[in-house]
């Protein structure tokens, strides 16, 4: 191995245990964004809506839009501690191993799950938003997300198969 690619490895672990405490202290905030504001007051004041059916529509549906955001949190735990968990068994020189293609497909189908989850917040956004009062998420369909989840499913069966061959090659020697 390289020396630049040994160096990158300590780097990419501090980096993903960084992502893992950022990413909670994000869903505190989405959560107290969900519990304590904005009060429909606020929401009102912002969109500058006054009572009516319409406003508590559009109140709801920003709510359900945070709830959803919630359910991200728990998604990008689980891809960065495989990541880490991955990172590990490369810097310890191992890994073509059965337990990261496992890992690997886990990421897989929770990039899946996060592409699906945005798909649904984008949906309810294009739902609320009026031309008055476009509601814009960073939220629906992506193509690089897609192709993430393609990519990391692909690679999954990419590890499998190295373990296999590590597995064939020992049967061998």
Same mark, same amino acid.
């Given at each position: 191995?390289?020396?630049?690619?040994?160096?990158?490895?300590?780097? %990419?672990?501090?980096?993903?245990?960084?992502?893992?405490?950022?990413?909670?202290?994000?869903?505190?905030?989405?959560?107290?964004? !969900?519990?304590?504001?904005?009060?429909?007051?606020?929401?009102?004041? %912002?969109?500058?809506? +006054?009572?009516?059916? =319409?406003? =508590? $529509?559009?109140? !709801?549906?920003? $709510?359900?839009?945070?709830?959803?955001?919630?359910?991200?949190?728990?998604?990008?735990?689980?891809?960065?501690?495989?990541?880490?968990?991955?990172? =590990? /068994?490369?810097?310890?020189?191992?890994?073509? #191993? &059965?337990?990261? &293609?496992?890992?690997?497909?886990?990421?897989?189908?929770?990039?899946?799950?996060?592409?699906?989850?945005?798909?649904?917040?984008?949906?309810?956004? =294009?739902?609320? +938003? /009026?031309?008055? $009062?476009? #509601?814009?998420?960073?939220?629906?369909?992506?193509?690089?997300?897609?192709?993430?989840?393609?990519? /990391?499913?692909?690679? &999954?069966? #990419?590890?499998?198969?190295?373990?296999?061959?590590?597995?064939?090659?020992?049967?061998?020697?």
């Amino acid at each position: 191995m390289s020396r630049s690619y040994l160096a990158a490895l300590p780097a %990419a672990s501090v980096v993903l245990r960084i992502l893992i405490v950022l990413n909670w202290l994000v869903g505190a905030a989405f959560l107290a964004l !969900l519990v304590v504001a904005p009060n429909e007051q606020w929401i009102m004041t %912002a969109y500058k809506l +006054s009572p009516s059916p =319409e406003a =508590e $529509r559009l109140i !709801l549906g920003l $709510r359900v839009i945070v709830v959803l955001i919630l359910g991200m949190i728990p998604l990008n735990h689980v891809v960065l501690k495989r990541l880490l968990a991955i990172v =590990e /068994t490369v810097r310890a020189g191992d890994p073509f #191993v &059965a337990t990261n &293609a496992y890992r690997l497909r886990a990421i897989a189908w929770v990039l899946l799950a996060a592409q699906l989850l945005s798909l649904v917040i984008g949906a309810i956004a =294009e739902a609320l +938003s /009026t031309p008055a $009062r476009p #509601v814009d998420v960073d939220a629906g369909f992506s193509i690089s997300g897609w192709l993430a989840v393609l990519l /990391t499913f692909v690679l &999954a069966r #990419v590890f499998a198969g190295g373990e296999l061959m590590r597995q064939d090659l020992r049967g061998t020697i």
